[in-house]
């Protein structure tokens, strides 16, 4: 059984009690190093995961037959390895029977909590190894991005002020964690300061109007 598990925002009391059962069970811990880093107690066998998902995958396949649990950020199938591992195991078994998803607490959930915003119309997406189409993006008045190292505050910011718009933005650094930062600025603020390197991070992007 290949159990892929959400495991939250980062701290451990946004894990579920779902989560937590699944992970005590497991005979190996597949995860990257800094998910690994969050279960130093676990005392069963760990793979540590690399940029090689055809490599994964093939190795998940060889392994279904034990209790393999693979840790993901926030929500599994929020722009996760969850929608990776379920596509490749459908192809190969019509029951799916040997895929679980539990769900965790995404960190754009997280951040909206924190900051009292409501999330019934809110587009949800991720710049993660994508560009996303800013465009059609900013038609939108509500928007919850999850960034990467290539598109952040700043070039969210850069791509608000091209399109002539007034927005505001709310960027969440490390939540849920000790270093935790949530600020609120207008995109004009967010691309004076194009210096400052945000930490992992989800912005919020909402219309002044």
Known sequence: ???VVGIGPGAAANQTRAAVDAIKQAEVLVGGTRHLAEFPHFSGETH???ADMD???QWLEQNQHRHIVVLASGDPLFY???KRITAHFSGLQADGQNIRII???SSIQYLCARILLDMNDIYLTSSHGRKPDFDWLLQHEKIAMVTDDVIGPYQIAEEI???GQQRRMVIGEN???ENERIVCLNAEQVAQR???NYGLNVVVVLNER
Request: glycine share 20%.
């Open 194 to 196: 194009g210096d400052i």
């Open 1 to 3: 059984m290949i159990t």
């Open 161 to 163: 002020l091209a399109r």
């Open 48 to 50: 540590c995961l690399n």
């Open 80 to 82: 996760g390895i969850g």
């Open 103 to 105: 769900s965790g607490i």
């Open 55 to 57: 490599g994964l995958m």
């Open 175 to 177: 939540l849920s964690q």
